[in-house]
């Protein structure tokens, strides 16, 4: 991929996808009448959660991979997508209390949809560290896709938290049941300002995965110097 | 007016992004500096074993 898609070559798309998206976010978009210019937060928060979501979804993917056929590759990916998607759900536990504080008039509460964030996290913190400090070859990728499985069922809480129970955030406006949906503006606003930031998860996930390998080749070396 | 909560909420996602990506290239950077020197030192050693006599001073 990194011949057919060359790396600064994805940056370069990446970063013109986020200026049409910052363009939509705050020129075309309309200005939502209820709450204002803070609603606006709407369009990265929502769209980092997804990709934290489908983050923690790819991790599970990786994991099972890696469980099934102990294929390295499967592995870096996994370690990856969740070192990455971990900076996304970090996005969107700092979006929501700044939108949560002028529209609820709290910072945070502890209901279902935000606490299922919230450990979604400390779930990305678990498999990070694991990996950092548990340094037992084999065991440690093992460790960390039972973490990944335990993560991937609270990743399927917080996404149906809001259909499920009746909390303190916002029943689904997109995706959800009568009444709900957007502005059409407010969508493409949405749709675009996701696609700026899963290209440039995957951009992330790649540099990640160029970083596993150039670590693999030191170790090898490593090892030939001390044979 | 500017609001305060959506300036703050987009700068610190920027922030975010800005750390992480300094540190994938921290991180980068000395990886590459590693191997740089890890190779010059498998080519020394390999120099080495193979230069005339290295067999005589092994034994």
Not at chain 1, 47 to 52: I, L
Not at chain 1, 98 to 117: C, Q
Not at chain 1, 162 to 172: L, N, V
Request: aromatic fraction near 16%; include cysteine.
């Amino acid at each position: 991929m990194s011949k057919a898609f060359p790396l600064r070559l994805h940056l370069a798309v990446t970063l013109a996808w986020f200026l049409v998206a910052l363009y939509m976010i705050f020129l075309y978009a309309p200005r939502e009448l209820t709450m204002g210019e803070v609603q606006r937060i709407f369009y990265i928060h929502v769209s980092s959660a997804w990709t934290a979501l489908l983050g923690y979804f790819l991790v599970f993917l990786g994991s099972v991979a890696y469980l099934w056929k102990r294929s390295r590759a499967a592995d870096d990916f996994a370690y990856a997508c969740a070192e990455v998607g971990f900076v996304y759900c970090s996005c969107v536990l700092v979006t929501g209390p700044l939108w949560a504080k002028p529209v609820w008039g709290i910072w945070w509460t502890w209901d279902a949809r935000l606490t299922s964030t919230f450990v979604l996290w400390l779930l990305y913190i678990a498999y990070l560290m694991l990996r950092a400090y548990v340094t037992n070859p084999g065991r440690t990728e093992v460790l960390a896709a039972v973490v990944s499985i335990i993560g991937a069922v609270d990743a399927v809480v917080d996404y149906m938290a809001i259909r499920w129970w009746r909390t303190q955030h916002p029943q689904p406006v997109i995706g959800g049941g009568e009444g709900s949906g957007l502005d059409p503006r407010m969508w493409y606003t949405i749709l675009v300002t996701w696609g700026a930031l899963l290209c440039l998860f995957v951009y992330l996930v790649r540099v990640r995965i160029g970083l596993a390998e150039l670590r693999r080749e030191a170790r090898q070396l490593r090892r030939e110097l001390a044979a | 007016m500017v609001n305060r909560y959506l300036v703050a909420a987009y700068s610190l996602v920027w922030l975010i992004f800005m750390v992480y990506a300094w540190s994938l290239s921290r991180r980068q950077e000395r990886l590459k500096k590693d191997l740089a020197d890890l190779e010059a030192r498998v080519r020394e050693a390999s120099a080495r074993s193979d230069a005339p006599g290295a067999a005589g001073y092994k034994s």
